[in-house]
Each structure stands twice: as structure tokens, then as C-alpha cells.
């Protein structure tokens, strides 16, 4: 049995959930959004941590527990077109398939357990909520608000080869670079990253091209 890992954000649905859901919050914040945005960029020019960036600017925002959900029981909306027949037929076909994201769990449970996917493999940001359901940080002990590599170097040594990660940005590359799987498949549906175009691993532009890739490996 063999192993797909898809990120989430911009790969399985079309936008980038965090973004999502501190713009709602912020629409009658201005100069917070524009703390946010000056955050995001760093963390993109590589200045701050993914860590760092996800940290700050959760804690700039502070949003509840319902804010996130309330995400991810829309963010089947935001769906890409033809993902989840494929993952249901990899699922028939008896292949292992995880969601392995920076974005927070609770954002992605919905989408995920709708697409058929056990719980357990479902791996993103955990953060930490108050008894009242508000944020009181990112849970220290969570290597996934780390990196995807560090959430998933204790896990893939368990999984089937062969194993293949599919995503657009640079963090699942990395995934690839760091020799946790066999193979990595740039999707560029939604984001055409430069840096990750220029690694030259096979390319996907849509879910048919993506699974024409797959089929050669599994
Ligand atoms: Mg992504």
C-alpha cells in the first residue's frame, strides 16, 4: 500500500485558510490587517519562521475556536474540482492518504473527514483554546507549528513506499528535500510558485494531469 500526502491550502481547496479567516476578523481592523500582511510577506522573504509568522499572527488576531471551525465547515466551498473523486478512488484502490498542513487542524477536519479520511491522518497547526473556546497559543509540543518536516519525521518512517507529496509551496518540497518521501508533484492549479517550478519535479496543472503523475508511481 502506498502513501499520498496532500497539503491542504491552496492544493485541496483554492485559497490559503489562515488568510481566510483572519480577513474575516480583521474587516473592521485596518491597521491590524496591515500588521498581518506585513507578517505574511516576512515569513514568505524567509525573515521570520513559518513558526513565528503562524504565532504572531494568530496572537495579533486572536481568533475563537468558532472562528476556525466555522472555516472549515465552509472550506469544502473552496474545494478543487475534482480532488475528491481522486482521493476517494486512491482510498478504493487501498493507498494511504494524509492531509499534512500549516494551517490549523480545526480548519481542516471538516473538509477532511468529509473526504473520507481518518482523523488521525489529518496533521496540522494544533493550537490551544481557553475553557470559553479563545485562543491561548499554539501548542508548544506541536511539531507541525514548526515546520511540515518536523511534524513529519517522526511519522513517515511507519508509512508505505512508495510515498508521494503533492502541493504547491516550498514547505512541501521541503518534505521531498528532506528525503521523508520518494517523490514530490508541484501543483499549480491554484499557485504557480516560481521557486518551487524551478526544483523541475514533474508538474500538475490540474487534477487530471495529477493523477496521470500519480498512476506512474503508485
Ligand atoms: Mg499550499
Not at 488568510?19 to 476578523?25: A, G, P, R, T, V
Not at 521557486?195 to 506512474?216: C, M, Q
Request: proline share 4%; glycine share 8%.
Amino acid at each position: 500500500m502506498s502513501t499520498v500526502i496532500f497539503d491542504f491550502d491552496s492544493t485541496l481547496i483554492s485559497c490559503e485558510s489562515l488568510e481566510e479567516i483572519l480577513k474575516f476578523k480583521m474587516i473592521n481592523r485596518p491597521e491590524s490587517q496591515k500588521q498581518i500582511t506585513d507578517i505574511t510577506a516576512q515569513g514568505m522573504e524567509g525573515r521570520i519562521s513559518f513558526g513565528e509568522s503562524v504565532r504572531r499572527r494568530l496572537e495579533l488576531v486572536e481568533p475563537t475556536l468558532v472562528d476556525v471551525t466555522e472555516f472549515g465547515r465552509k472550506a469544502l466551498q473552496y474545494a478543487t474540482p475534482g480532488m475528491g473523486s481522486l482521493i476517494k478512488d486512491l482510498l478504493k484502490s487501498g493507498i494511504a492518504v494524509h492531509i499534512v498542513s500549516g494551517a490549523l487542524r480545526e480548519a481542516i477536519l471538516p473538509a477532511g473527514t468529509a473526504l473520507d479520511i481518518p482523523k488521525d491522518r489529518i496533521h496540522g497547526v494544533q493550537l490551544i483554546w481557553n475553557g470559553e473556546g479563545r485562543f491561548s497559543g499554539v501548542d508548544p509540543n506541536d511539531p507541525f507549528s514548526i515546520s511540515k518536516v518536523e511534524g513529519l519525521r517522526r511519522l513517515t518512517g511507519s508509512w508505505q513506499k512508495p510515498r508521494v507529496a503533492v502541493g504547491d509551496g516550498m514547505t512541501d518540497y521541503a518534505v521531498y528535500e528532506q528525503g521523508l518521501v520518494e517523490h514530490f508533484i508541484a501543483f499549480t492549479q491554484h499557485v504557480r510558485r516560481r521557486a518551487v517550478i524551478e526544483k523541475g519535479t514533474p508538474e500538475a496543472r490540474n487534477v487530471d494531469e495529477l493523477k496521470e503523475i500519480l498512476e506512474t508511481w503508485l
